[in-house]
């Protein structure tokens, strides 16, 4: 009978726990994620500069996943297919992207032809950005953003400045500055950024644009003066130069980076997804990789990245306003 009596109680334990299990099912795809690797697309190509910081990040990632995270590029359209790929591409928290401001928000905004909308994202989070800084040939007399600005307010319309286009972040940093100083020049348009530093070293133009990293070595060559850091805080690389917040200018945008996934993804793999970046972004073995490689580190959570988009939405929206 005691014996029939706990075989009794064994059942009904049995029988609750699996009733609990079906009224109580365990939540949809976060459970046990990631169970395989992920991918990451790069919608730029391999071996570029962004490239390599996200391969850096898709490593300390992958530690505190505890699965691979494979970079893949995709590149073409400006970044705007890789971008797309991702926008319209799987919801299971196995294809994610980093992606620049460029295919992630300006392109969206001037580009009524996209397959996509950055209201297609969730952004994760942000993890770095691209250092840009402003310079002149060392022909010229120009070796400050005090001197630019001097020489501009005394001789009006003359100076020429190059940018990648209309629209572009570049082009929006340049407009920043003449904003702020209250200073005119002559825009001329290049296929890019570098075409335009070559131009600046060859004296075709006054100041343009570039990477840090390019205008390191163009500096030690004594062929291009660093004259400001598009950022709020000074490079490692040029310790001595300002940034263009010291001089004045300011309400400019930035080239950062994030990580995206499509609109939708089940918000338990969302939060794992925002916890691991977050541990990524701090790690010991990262944060010495990106001082090896000399790039900038600029985390920003989930909330604080939609608020910086949201921002950057808002002041290409009403430049793209005023053009029409």
Not at 53 to 63: E, G, H, M
Request: aromatic share 8%; charged share 20%; hydrophobic share 40%.
């Amino acid at each position: 009978m005691k014996h029939s009596k706990i075989k009794q109680l064994g059942i009904w334990i049995i029988v609750t726990i699996i009733s609990v299990m079906l009224f109580f099912p365990p939540i949809a795809g976060a459970k046990g994620y990631p169970k395989k690797p992920v991918r990451l697309i790069y919608p730029f190509p391999a071996g570029s500069g962004g490239d390599m910081v996200t391969r850096i990040f898709a490593d300390a990632l992958s530690k505190e996943l505890g699965k691979p995270v494979k970079v893949s590029n995709v590149t073409g359209g400006k970044g705007t297919i890789g971008a797309a790929n991702v926008a319209k591409g799987r919801k299971d928290g196995y294809e994610i992207s980093a992606l620049p401001i460029g295919p992630a928000v300006t392109q969206p905004i001037f580009s009524e032809k996209l397959p996509y909308t950055t209201a297609d994202f969730e952004p994760v989070c942000q993890f770095t950005y691209l250092p840009i800084v402003l310079v002149a040939s060392t022909k010229s007399n120009i070796r400050t953003t005090r001197d630019l600005i001097e020489y501009a307010k005394n001789h009006p319309g003359e100076l020429k400045y190059a940018h990648p286009g209309l629209g572009t972040v570049p082009y929006m940093m340049i407009q920043a500055l003449l904003q702020s100083s209250g200073v005119e020049m002559k825009g001329i348009p290049f296929k890019g950024l570098q075409p335009g530093v070559t131009a600046a070293v060859g004296g075709h133009v006054d100041i343009a644009l570039s990477v840090a990293a390019a205008a390191e070595g163009f500096k030690k060559a004594d062929k291009l003066n660093v004259l400001g850091v598009f950022s709020d805080q000074r490079l490692e690389q040029f310790p001595e130069v300002p940034t263009l917040d010291e001089d004045g200018v300011t309400d400019y945008p930035m080239l950062w980076t994030g990580i995206f996934v499509p609109k939708g993804l089940d918000p338990d793999v969302l939060n794992i997804l925002q916890t691991a970046c977050e541990k990524a972004a701090k790690s010991e073995s990262f944060v010495e990789a990106m001082k090896k490689s000399k790039s900038p580190i600029l985390y920003l959570d989930r909330d604080a990245f939609k608020t910086q988009i949201k921002k950057d939405i808002e002041y290409f929206n009403a430049y793209k306003a005023n053009m029409q």
